[in-house]
């Protein structure tokens, strides 16, 4: 695997999703009314822009100086569990309930991220090397976040007004 190919792919992806989103939010400006909505869909947001930075930063640092990605990667996992948890603890008009599968899955594949950042050498336990354990991570994470939206837009994931 060429990490420095797959990375700038994958940020460039990220990134475009972003902004994908960003086009989604502007033709709905209710959801920025309710503060519940407003939580979600900034939820999302971070879904996308969250791995696309880690993909930054694995570019940045590469092979070459691990540090740098397995750091940023440590502290943008934790940033990432901690608002995805802060999120499903949430209540009131948030949601229905239907995006907690997801959100659940996504904090949980962040704490791994976190873990791999910390302890590299786990990642050898599976016969990866560690950047492409995390590459492996990122991956589930956009495939929960597109999970969050698909439910988010179809209208499951919206409490009744």
């Known amino acids: 695997m060429d990490v420095s190919t797959f990375y700038a792919l994958f940020s460039a992806t990220c990134f475009t999703l972003v902004g994908l989103w960003w086009n989604v939010v502007q033709s709905h400006p ?82 791994l991220v976190a873990v791999v950042g910390a302890a590299p050498e786990l990642a050898g336990a599976v016969g990866l090397r560690p950047i492409q354990a995390e590459a492996l991570l990122l991956i589930l994470l956009v495939v929960l976040a597109h999970a969050l ?3 988010f837009m179809a209208g499951e994931g919206r409490a009744p007004k």
């Open 149 to 151: 939206v698909w439910r």
């Open 30 to 111: 209710e959801w920025m009314r309710r503060r519940g909505l407003r939580r979600v869909v900034g939820g999302i947001y971070l879904s996308f822009l969250l791995p696309a930075l880690m993909g930054l930063f694995a570019q940045v640092g590469g092979t070459e100086q691990p540090q740098v990605w397995r750091a940023s990667f440590l502290l943008v996992a934790v940033i990432g569990c901690l608002s995805t948890l802060s999120l499903l603890s949430a209540d009131g008009d948030r949601v229905d309930g239907s995006l907690r599968a997801p959100q659940a899955g996504a904090a949980l594949v962040y704490a």
